[in-house]
């Protein structure tokens, strides 16, 4: 009897390490002339023990790749195919690049990225992001994939206030455009998907935010809530995310946080090995450990880090070309453990 609890109790925390370890995914971006072959980079993340994967768009190299591993996988629908699946091509898209490859883990179909009426670069998609994402649905559900949940991934640039985090809501002009939105996933019971990044509010620039507060690295609390502490600047900005979208019918629409990183150069006096290594692995223990936050507490965070590889033919400034958590030579950056 005592030998067969003790199997029952080591199967126990077998699957509770398991699941603990699917907590955290790492994107894999391919912006760059110098990265490995997509079968190297399936076989790394195999090596390093990471379960969930996000690329930006089909693949064919990397969805065969991806095929008979235990990997999940977010794919995106780029945001410059939206139109034709709001029009219609939703079908043939699924059928190409998902029922195709029916040895793939499909877990999220992300539909568009940071998708912003207020962005300049990208507002002209708004209008196809929910047709698109209903499309897909509909072809999901006519192929008996349902398991695979469809939603798309918003950023803190949606968010009018964000501080204190129970004040979140987004800009008055965003609402039509999100509300429709959390209205289908919570009818599908599906995530929002949120990019979510301490660095970006940091960035060595703003007076106001400490490098610790950024970092988990807070040696006390920083402010109160309503009578829930903040120690750390994802909970706040996480947060933000959820009360925002509670306003709009979305309080059990959870969020996975669909990328979150820290460069290592590149930028300003923040940006070093030594302060992207701290960031990449308190967060890993932060959303791995169950602790939630203090407006969702109790539950780990399913969260991808940004990004797998430096890469070095991404636009805008030169910190873009340095959240890797690994070399292009496939070297450990930080020895981070999965």
């Known amino acids: 009897m005592a030998a067969k609890f003790l199997l029952l109790s080591l199967l126990f925390l077998k699957l509770l390490i398991f699941s603990d370890a699917q907590s955290v995914g790492v994107c894999n971006g391919r912006v760059g002339n110098n990265l490995p072959s997509p079968q190297d980079v399936v076989n790394l993340y195999q090596r390093s023990g990471i379960t969930r994967m996000r690329i930006y768009g089909p693949d064919p190299a990397t969805l065969r790749a991806l095929g008979g591993t235990n990997i999940e996988l977010i794919l ?17 898209w699924v059928q190409n690049n998902i029922l195709n490859y029916p040895r793939v883990n499909f877990r999220y179909i992300s539909v568009g990225n940071e998708v912003d009426p207020n962005n300049n670069e990208n507002r002209r998609f708004t209008r196809f992001v929910l047709p698109a994402m209903r499309n897909v649905q509909q072809a999901l559900q006519d192929a008996r ?3 695979i949940k469809v939603s798309t991934a918003t950023y803190t640039g949606l968010l009018k206030t964000s501080y204190p985090p129970s004040q979140g809501v987004f800009h008055d002009n965003v609402i039509g ?9 919570a009818e599908n019971n599906s995530p929002m998907l949120a990019n979510i990044y301490p660095y970006f509010a940091y960035d060595g620039t703003n007076p106001k935010l400490k490098l610790s ?43 996975v946080v669909s990328e979150s990183g820290w460069p290592s150069a590149g930028g300003t006096d923040g940006t070093t090995l030594e302060i992207a290594g701290t960031y990449y692995r308190n967060l890993i223990a932060h959303v791995k450990s169950a602790k939630g936050t203090p407006l969702r507490p109790g539950r780990s965070i399913e969260t991808y880090l940004f990004a797998m590889f430096d890469e070095n033919d991404k636009r805008g400034k030169e910190s ?19």
């Open 76 to 92: 995106d629908v780029p945001n410059n195919d939206l139109e034709s699946l709001a029009g219609g091509g939703a079908k043939n």
């Open 320 to 338: 873009e070309k340095h959240f890797g958590v690994f070399y292009p030579n496939q070297r450990s950056k930080y020895n981070l453990r999965f």
């Open 177 to 185: 455009y999100i509300q429709p939105i959390i209205t289908f996933l």
């Open 145 to 147: 994939r349902t398991q």
């Open 213 to 255: 507060y950024a970092l988990f690295t807070n040696p006390s609390i920083e402010f109160n809530d309503n009578g829930r502490d903040y120690s750390n600047l994802f909970d706040a900005m996480y947060d933000a995310h959820y009360a925002a979208q509670a306003r709009l019918g979305g309080a059990n629409v959870p969020i």
